[in-house]
């Protein structure tokens, strides 16, 4: 951990500088210093880490990326996983943390998933995003999933966006962060391959006059069925006797 700390302040001295770019340009460039450390520091802890596509999304379009959240590694795999500009949504506590939080609010839109109006606020800056050319990234999910299913209930946002915008949504999964850094074990890192899989995404222009819940019903059972395929570890074997 004390060498992902100095990482995260060898970019603060940085922040500066790509504030005056702006929030679009600044930000982009903040995201690409992230990538890059991001995989070295995988590299360097004994996490070397592999994104694999079914399907590869089109580098012109934008996306709503959609991933499981399982482990806190999954912050880190989903910079490295996605190359496109994009901005992801998080948890609004993280901005008190010293240091870090003005990277964080700089570069992430914030949610307090328990305030129905701040939802409400972050679903529009969100939408800010998307006019302005940038995907964004959620773990719809809202915060780990701590049972032994493939996944838990999700949250509507990312598909209300997706309904209104007409965004692909494009769905990864992290078959492996489980197992190197657990949801229990903030301190505890276990060397070992890390995968994000690219599933095939889901388009609203397939589905005219679909809702919300249609989406994310249709992306549930496609995230669960690959998960389960993979034999991700920390699902029920229960699950896959139903597969």
């Known amino acids: 951990m004390a060498l992902f700390v100095a990482i995260i302040l060898l970019l603060f001295p940085l922040l500066p500088l790509c504030a005056l770019l702006g ?5 982009n460039i903040m995201y690409k210093l992230f990538r890059f450390l991001g ?3 995988l590299f360097m802890i004994g996490i070397p880490h592999k994104t694999i596509y079914e399907c590869k999304p089109d580098p012109t ?3 709503i990326f959609v ?9 880190v795999t989903i910079v490295s996983s996605i190359k496109h500009n994009f901005r992801p949504i998080g948890k609004h506590e993280l901005i008190k943390v010293p240091v870090f939080g003005l990277l964080y609010k700089f570069c992430v839109v914030t949610v307090n998933r328990s305030n129905a109006q701040d939802r409400l606020r972050s679903l529009n800056d969100l939408r800010k995003v998307l006019a ?5 990234a959620v773990f719809p999910e809202g915060t780990f999933n701590m049972a032994d299913a493939p996944l838990k209930e999700m949250y509507d946002g990312a598909f209300k966006l ?15 962060t ?4 657990h949801y229990k074990h903030f301190f505890t890192l276990n060397p070992g391959k890390s995968r994000a899989i690219y599933l095939a995404p889901i388009d609203p222009a397939d589905y005219p006059g679909t809702d919300s819940k249609f989406l994310k019903c249709l992306l549930e059972k496609q995230m669960s069925a690959k998960l389960i395929a993979y034999k991700a570890s920390w699902i029920n074997l229960k699950y ?3 597969s």
């Open 23 to 27: 929030r679009i340009k600044g930000a």
């Open 39 to 41: 995989n070295l520091w």
């Open 61 to 63: 379009e934008q996306y």
């Open 67 to 75: 991933a499981n959240h399982i482990a806190y590694l999954d912050a």
């Open 132 to 136: 302005q050319g940038i995907s964004v």
């Open 162 to 176: 997706a309904v209104e915008t007409g965004k692909k949504i494009q769905p990864i999964v992290f078959l492996d």
């Open 178 to 181: 489980y197992d190197r850094m």
């Open 240 to 242: 896959f006797n139903h």
